[in-house]
Each structure stands twice: as structure tokens, then as C-alpha cells.
């Protein structure tokens, strides 16, 4: 995958969290998709990538909202 693909599927990422957790804010849940990148930045292989940060971004903003 590259880059751009990446970056657009990243993109949708979001705009589904926010969908999803319409009681997030824009700010936090960009915040959160951007710390679960983060963690995948030395990955070699990218294509999984995207999906593993949508998994990461879900699980800490339900642990978030649901606190």
C-alpha cells in the first residue's frame, strides 16, 4: 500500500469513529486515531495498517466514553 492509499483509508477511519461516537468530539477522536498510527509507524508492511488503528481507535474511545 502506498502512502496515499493509506492516508485516504486513514480518512475514512475517522469519519467513521466519528459516526460511531457521535458524543466525541472532532478533536478526541483525531487525537485518537492519531496516537494508534503512532504505534504502527515502524510496521514494514502497511497494508493491515488502517484496520489495526480503526481496532486500537475503538477499543480506547469505548473505554473513553464509557468511563
Known amino acids: 500500500?502506498?502512502?496515499a492509499e493509506e492516508e485516504r483509508q486513514l480518512s475514512q477511519v475517522t469519519t467513521r469513529l466519528l459516526?460511531?461516537?457521535?458524543?466525541a468530539?472532532?478533536?478526541?477522536?483525531?487525537t485518537t486515531v492519531?496516537?494508534?498510527v503512532s504505534r504502527f509507524a515502524e510496521c514494514?508492511?502497511?497494508d493491515f495498517v488502517p484496520l489495526l488503528v480503526e481496532r486500537a481507535a475503538?477499543?480506547?474511545l469505548g473505554a473513553l466514553?464509557?468511563?
Open 1 to 3: 500500500m502506498n502512502s
Open 19 to 23: 459516526n460511531k461516537f457521535s458524543a
Open 25 to 30: 468530539s472532532r478533536e478526541t477522536v483525531e
Open 34 to 36: 492519531g496516537e494508534a
Open 44 to 46: 514494514p508492511i502497511r
Open 58 to 60: 475503538t477499543a480506547k
Open 65 to 67: 466514553l464509557d468511563a
